[in-house]
Antibody, heavy 120, light 107 residues
Framework: QVQLVQSGAEVKKPGSSVKVSCKAS????????ISWVRQAPGQGLEWMGR????????NYAQKFQGRVTITADKSTSTAYMELSSLRSEDTAVYYC?????????????WGQGTLVTVSS | DIQLTQSPSFLSASVGDRVTITCRAS??????LAWYQQKPGKAPKLLIY???TLQSGVPSRFSGSGSGTEFTLTISSLQPEDFATYYC?????????FGQGTKLEIK
């Protein structure tokens, strides 16, 4: 079955960057898109952006434009999310999730989440 | 950006109750709406997509309806495992947004 396995928890200093990975198995990586969604402690879900691995094209939520980069390596079925200029408000659990199709960002499979803590 | 407003934000109900959660969009989104369930410490789970299509494996007591700007998620008979937080999500062009969530608690 489809599984998305994310990299482990990170602790970062303000102003630095973090890169989280998401390895997919059990499906055809290039037939879907991978989104990144974050959730601050006690808060709701926030979509950050997505990548279409077969095209290598990413698009981002306006809030994160210029600060987030989403990439994918088709050879290893792995997606990455890099967030730069970290601040304390970026402390959150970051999830990757697969869409049900290339055109519909309804998210049917999710990774386990990666806690990123930003603290001096 | 299209905003989604869920109501209520908190809901207290009993096992066996029928409950309805509403999601209103700030502009028309056709049927590009999904519902997710999230339990503490877990990733969200897709319940309904395209406003009314039940995701595979989701119990039939969950149903969704609506189009345009107003949508509802209905749970016909609450089970103990249904107490969780529910989010709606809309798709717009190449992005999406989530509602603020509805926490469903045991009365």
């Amino acid at each position: 079955q489809v599984q998305l396995v994310q990299s482990g928890a990170e602790v970062k200093k303000p102003g630095s960057s973090v890169k989280v990975s998401c390895k997919a198995s059990g499906g055809t990586f290039s037939s879907y898109t991978i989104s990144w969604v974050r959730q601050a402690p006690g808060q709701g879900l926030e979509w950050m952006g997505r990548i279409i691995p077969i095209l290598g094209i990413a698009n981002y939520a306006q809030k994160f434009q210029g600060r987030v980069t989403i990439t994918a390596d088709k050879s290893t079925s792995t997606a990455y999310m890099e967030l730069s200029s970290l601040r304390s408000e970026d402390t959150a659990v970051y999830y990757c999730a697969r869409s049900i199709s290339i055109t519909m960002i309804f998210l049917d499979y999710w990774g386990q989440g990666t806690l990123v803590t930003v603290s001096s | 950006d299209i905003q989604l407003t869920q109501s209520p934000s908190f809901l207290s109900a009993s096992v066996g109750d029928r409950v309805t959660i509403t999601c209103r969009a700030s502009q028309g989104i056709s049927s590009y709406l999904a519902w997710y369930q999230q339990k503490p410490g877990k990733a969200p789970k897709l319940l309904i997509y395209a406003a009314s299509t039940l995701q595979s494996g989701v119990p039939s007591r969950f149903s969704g309806s609506g189009s345009g700007t107003e949508f509802t998620l209905t749970i016909s008979s609450l089970q103990p495992e249904d107490f969780a937080t529910y989010y709606c999500q809309q798709l717009n062009s190449y992005s999406c947004t989530f509602g603020q969530g509805t926490k469903l608690e045991i009365k």
